[in-house]
């Protein structure tokens, strides 16, 4: 009895005067682990944000530049043209520029004629599968846009919005 009752004091095997000290290594290694973590996401956010803060930028890297907001529209009326392709397929639709400044109005009805013009070019040469789309009417308005830009030269036209837009 007396040797159970030393065995109880002693407690479990291993852990008396002979057994090792507990391992003190594991606090160490989770500062090292996250010490690693660390300097890996200053690493990687240094690799990414540094070349657009310090102006290293490639020079034909495009640079986001906030949209300008819309304060008129001028309207350019409904245009019905036959699309690529198809003699018996149409399509009708009615368009809107938007302008950053009023001021412009009344350079943009003077080139109404071209602006049209350059609407119903672009809009006979696409296919009905093309015309159909959502995504291919953002595209077209983008389209729109940079003709207006470059070959109308009117940089004052900001926004191109279909009012109406019929596939038939």
């Known amino acids: 009895m007396a040797a159970a009752k030393d065995a109880k ?9 002979g057994a090792p000290p507990p391992r003190k290594g594991r606090p160490l290694l989770l500062i090292a682990a996250a010490g690693l973590v660390l300097v890996g996401g200053l690493g990687a956010g240094a690799f990414f944000l540094a070349p657009g803060l310090l102006g290293l930028a490639k020079p034909g890297a495009a640079v986001a530049r906030p949209k300008p907001k819309v304060h008129a529209t001028v309207p350019l009326g409904s245009v ?10 149409f399509v009708k639709v009615s368009v809107e520029v938007g302008l950053e400044s009023a001021k412009a109005v009344h350079e943009v009805e003077a080139r109404k004629p071209q602006i049209l013009d350059l609407l119903i070019t672009v809009l006979a040469s696409k296919a009905v599968d093309e015309l159909a789309a959502p ?34």
């Open 80 to 89: 019905v043209v036959n699309v690529a392709g198809e003699a018996r397929r």
């Open 9 to 17: 004091e002693s407690g479990p095997p291993g852990e008396g005067e």
């Open 135 to 168: 995504e291919s009417r953002s595209a077209l308005k983008e389209e729109l846009l940079a003709g207006i830009h470059e070959q109308v030269g009117l940089e004052k036209v900001i926004q191109v919005f279909f009012t109406e837009f019929l596939i038939q």
